[in-house]
């Protein structure tokens, strides 16, 4: 186990993107950890300064690199010019890390340094490596940056390896929670490119692919995986499709673009165990799998029960995951409603695919129902009756907004 006990230490989470400081404080809690947060590097610096001031100083700023205004760089820099506020330990997180990035930061005084996606195992050894390295001097004597590698050589536990690809917020904390409380540590990748980054990085042991996303979606994104782009040793990786239950064609479609498996979503936990546990243990193998038949859907505007039974009834985790929904959701519909003004069918069918999956993700079925008829209306380019969808999906996420609040 890493030196440094995490209970009680007090961290200082420093990112502008809300669900990303949402999931980083939960995990610090649930560690022990005595959790604030700053949404720019403004604040952050005010907030370290206060924390001295109130004899509670923060042992751990966490940052994030790419914020507006400040970013992650110069925030360290900073905290390190004060006299005060100094002794810090400071570890950055980047979702564009480059070779030099390490050396560079420990000249400036980091301790720690992450790559986005960051694995929860690996956020919890840094931190107490970083930590155990001012309590127990000497332990890792040639580690003066603390980065994943350093944890590697720790011989930390090394549990099965899950990449998650997924570009929705929302269903990103939703499959990510699942696994965990299944076991997993998942890796979290935004689009087909970023899998194969993450792959051409580090060694995993099965990838579930989304299906629908931008950049580069998981049908193109599997094929070059087969072809070698993410190395040689993903060419037979698992990977297992999740795709919206209701698009036809869709298993046929992954099974030739050379996935393994096929998941529909909503994510069901029972299935999600039962499928990982069928490839985790073999590795490689093309399958042709026959997943049952969702049932019809009956379209209530919340049903929490269905939320309920996918996260196995954890009261906390539904409320941070209505939450978080209701929080991105807004933007989304913001942004939906200018591709409806300007006409651009293809934003409009990611857009609403998003809102989509999301939606079914929650359990908000009638406006995962609004959203779905507007995918495949934008699909066809029958844009006057996306223009009369749009203010029926304004008014599902409102009622399901309200039946969220009602329901707490």
Not at 28 to 55: F, M, N
Not at 189 to 195: N, P, V, W
Not at 222 to 240: K, N, Q
Not at 299 to 327: C, H, N, T, Y
Request: with cysteine; aromatic share 4%.
């Amino acid at each position: 186990m890493a030196p440094g006990g995490l209970a009680g230490v007090r961290v200082l989470v420093v990112d502008d993107h809300p669900p990303n400081r949402l999931l980083v404080m939960t995990l610090l809690r649930s560690w022990g950890c005595l959790a604030g947060e700053a949404a720019d590097g403004a604040s952050a610096l005010d907030e370290v300064r206060d924390a001295v001031k109130r004899g509670e100083p923060y042992r751990v700023v966490l940052l994030d690199m790419q914020m507006p205004i400040m970013d992650g760089e110069t925030l360290g820099a900073l905290i390190k010019a004060d006299p005060d506020i100094k002794a810090t330990e400071l570890i950055m997180m980047t979702s564009m890390g480059q070779r030099g990035d390490a050396s560079r930061l420990e000249s400036l005084g980091f301790a720690g340094y992450l790559v986005k996606p960051v694995r929860q195992v690996h956020l919890q050894s840094v931190l107490s490596l970083t930590i155990g390295r001012k309590d127990h001097p000497g332990h890792i004597a040639e580690a003066r940056i603390v980065t994943r590698h350093t944890v590697a050589e720790t011989g930390e536990h090394r549990d099965k390896r899950i990449l998650l690809v997924e570009d929705n917020v929302t269903n990103q904390f939703v499959a990510t929670k699942i696994l965990e409380k299944l076991g997993y540590r998942p890796d979290v990748a935004g689009h087909g490119k970023d899998a194969l980054t993450a792959l051409r990085n580090a060694p995993y042991d099965v990838v579930l692919m989304d299906c629908q996303m931008p950049e580069m979606d998981g049908f193109e994104a599997t094929r070059l995986i087969r072809l070698g782009e993410a190395g040689h040793r993903h060419i037979t990786v698992p990977i297992i499709a999740m795709t919206a239950r209701a698009m036809q064609g869709d298993r046929e479609r992954c099974l030739e673009a050379g996935m393994n498996d096929y998941l529909a979503k909503p994510i069901d936990s029972g299935l999600l165990a039962k499928t990982l546990d069928r490839w985790l243990p073999r590795g490689a193998g093309v399958a042709s799998p026959e997943p049952s038949a969702p049932s019809a859907p009956q379209a209530p505007v919340f049903d929490r029960a269905a939320l309920s039974e996918r996260l196995m009834g954890d009261e906390d985790l539904i409320g941070q995951i209505v939450d978080v929904f209701l929080d991105d959701t807004p933007r989304r519909i913001e942004t939906l409603k200018s591709h409806v003004i300007g006409a651009d069918a293809e934003n409009i069918r990611r857009q609403a695919h998003a809102i989509k999956g999301a939606a079914a993700n929650v359990g908000g079925e009638e406006l995962r129902r609004i959203a779905f008829e507007m995918e495949k209306r934008s699909a066809a380019k029958d844009m006057e009756r996306v223009k009369l969808l749009m203010p029926q999906l304004e008014t599902g996420f409102e009622q399901l907004r309200r039946a969220m609040r009602r329901a707490e």
